[in-house]
């Protein structure tokens, strides 16, 4: 492995259960697959880089997240292609996952910049952007 390659994300969440939901599906549509099961977190890896999702403590579910604060802002992950970028938005949308940027959509990072911005269950941004 290269010095500075991503070896994994953490991210503590207020419900593991609704997390999980909303992410296995997804990341099993870019090639990730679940890794380790606990009963306060799962993880998904892909290669050597795995994402873990762990179950917030009580004391400290507030405040809640906001991209907005100091810290994460957002995951941006590869999709295969603009084709890939498309059916997951549409599979986003059967799911009543609201499309970011809709007036801009797929084009909100630019003319060049094809790309789908939506929200996790605690609002965390996400972008699947094409190649």
Known sequence: ????????????????KRTIDFWEWLLE???YHSFQKW????SFKIGDTYIVF?????RFQEPSY????????????????????DELTNKLRAKGVPILYQ????YAGGDDYYAVFF????RIKVEIVAP
């Open 66 to 85: 906001h991209r907005c604060r100091v810290g994460l802002n957002h995951l941006a992950f590869h999709a295969a292609s603009r084709e890939h970028v």
């Open 119 to 122: 929200e996790d269950p605690d």
């Open 54 to 58: 762990v179950q917030v403590e009580e």
């Open 39 to 42: 009963e306060e977190g799962h």
């Open 29 to 31: 549509e870019l090639g």
């Open 103 to 106: 007036d801009r959509h797929p």
């Open 1 to 16: 492995m290269s010095a500075g390659h991503l070896h994994h994300v953490e991210l503590y969440v207020s419900e593991l």
